[in-house]
């Protein structure tokens, strides 16, 4: 989700626009500028987020089955949920299907939701259906905090930045659509069947993770939202960052979005021993990617000295 | 919010895919076939729904100020919190709009958004910003329930059947503009700036509604609803009910939708006094529309005998 938080967000003209409007709903806004809004109920403290999908802005007609849209619909919004530490609960769908879909499609879709729910620990809890000429799906994804959640803001210098998986599989699914070719089976099941990184999380912020974010917009664009919320510089060597087999230049993994890996700070040091047992409890890499320093922004940094930011890439660009 | 139980739906093809949707995803879906899902957190019980507003859809371009339309998604979502007689606590807006609208759109419907929010005693959360083609905005709300909630179920033969506010001021203004002319003024605000019934229903539940619902669908439609989920059969009088001063013919304020207007049935005898005392609370109708028998479905019966039911009007149809 996007934020609250007039502070708190990285660059980008979709940001300032979601400044402006907060700013004049003056403190009739609340939230705390991270992937999601955390609301106290009774003694307890949810976290909520949602996510939107829209056919022609997020994928393209014959890209996913029905089944394959739900699930990734739904993943990308408990994403949110795993990015501040909280524990799924259950979920909420707002959808709108093409009269012409043929009506197992729409019972496809919701197995989907169901699906990426249960391997998330939540359940559905209803939604809203409409008619319209174009696929839209809305999850809602709502989770229990046990004690506080794993914000953006927490990284301080010195910090080292680390992420999850490897990047870069979306990107080239989606590269090999617009170019008419079918994706390499490995870089499709990445964008079609992303998985939120839920326990992950947990297990990372138990072992003292002091910021997170998932990858949704991109390593360098969320590590900009990081370093923006937490007023720290970020420094990522594109040499480190780990890449799906597919990848051709690491230009794809930096840009890559929707991967809904996990970036986190870990303290200094912390991240060597987490790392060894993080790949044996869920054979899946964690790899250094960096550090957090004093300063602003994200920088790219070889060994051998700095590089320029590539352009960075929105939905389809 | 449509509905996850499989009993309570009225009829119809939209509900039919719904039922066959959710059967299939088995226990793994919860949910009360109300307006809105329940949810338990921990002492607290919190009713949640969302609703998906798309241009083209629900209005076409030029219909709605960008404020309107934060307003009028708004409102239609916490008018499910109202049918359940829940408190409205907050709301996340999930937003996609086109590349070519000014910056001042986007910052115009939150302050819509926050406007309807402040309106019901509920703030904004946050929410998600997307690009698309079109106009999406998909409000997800929660309230708060005291006890027990209003649900679509409690309807008991020989209750009688009460409407809140005066129906059809959204189908004229919906005909006006399909027509190419511009609408009454006080039909089109019926449609721009509807007002979610919050107090209303709180007051409603306090004097024994036991039954509620919200006129989305239309008073029939949503009359089917209400009788499906109750099991029993509902008898409306067109000639009582009560009808925006632009209406021409009744059946205009029978299938006339995104009222949100409640629709309640009441024990026998306890709507005259409480309409006396709505009135005067709320400076808005109260009126009793029918009553409700054993069977099932929905009659139009005049005091000088059966109607035949007029078309049922979809989205735009």
């Not at 609960?89 to 959808?95: A, E, F, I, K, P």
């Not at 990426?116 to 259906?129: E, T």
């Not at 997170?212 to 664009?221: C, F, P």
């Not at 899946?284 to 957090?292: E, H, S, W």
Request: hydrophobic share 45%; glycine share 12%; aromatic share 6%.
């Amino acid at each position: 989700m996007s934020n609250t938080e007039h502070t708190s967000l990285g660059p980008g003209a979709e940001f300032d626009r979601i400044r402006q409007a907060l700013a004049r709903l003056g403190p009739n806004a609340v939230g705390a500028g991270d992937d999601c809004a955390f609301v106290e109920v009774g003694a307890e403290r949810l976290a909520l987020s949602c996510d939107l999908t829209i056919e022609g802005t997020h994928f393209r007609a014959g890209w996913l089955a029905p089944v394959e849209l739900g699930w990734r619909a739904t993943a990308a919004a408990l994403s949110d949920l795993a990015a501040v530490a909280a524990r799924p609960l259950g979920v909420l769908t707002s959808v709108a299907v093409p009269a012409e879909w043929p009506e197992e499609h729409f019972a496809d879709l919701m197995e989907g939701v169901g699906e990426a729910a249960r391997s998330a620990g939540a359940v559905v809890w209803g939604g809203d259906l409409v008619r319209a000429d174009r696929v839209v799906v809305d999850v809602l994804v709502a989770g229990r905090l046990d004690g506080e959640p794993v914000r953006r803001s927490g990284a301080q210098a010195g910090d080292e930045l680390w992420v999850t998986g490897v990047l870069g599989g979306p990107f080239r699914a989606v590269a090999a659509w617009n170019a008419g070719t079918e994706p390499d089976e490995t870089a499709r099941a990445r964008f079609t069947h992303p998985v939120p990184r839920v326990r992950e999380a947990l297990w990372l912020k138990d072992r003292g993770a002091r910021a997170m974010i998932d990858v949704s917009d991109g390593l360098v664009a969320d590590a900009g939202h990081l370093a923006a919320a937490s007023g720290v510089g970020v420094v990522i060597d594109p040499d480190r960052v780990p890449l799906h087999p597919a990848v051709e230049v690491v230009d794809e993994a930096l840009a890559s979005g929707e991967e809904y890996e996990l970036l986190l700070a870990l303290p200094p040091g912390a991240g060597a021993a987490a790392a060894q047992a993080f790949r044996a409890a869920f054979d899946l890499p964690l790899t250094q990617v960096g550090v957090v320093e004093q300063g602003a922004g994200v920088q790219l940094r070889r060994r051998s000295g700095p590089v320029n930011l590539p352009p960075l890439f929105g939905h389809f660009r």
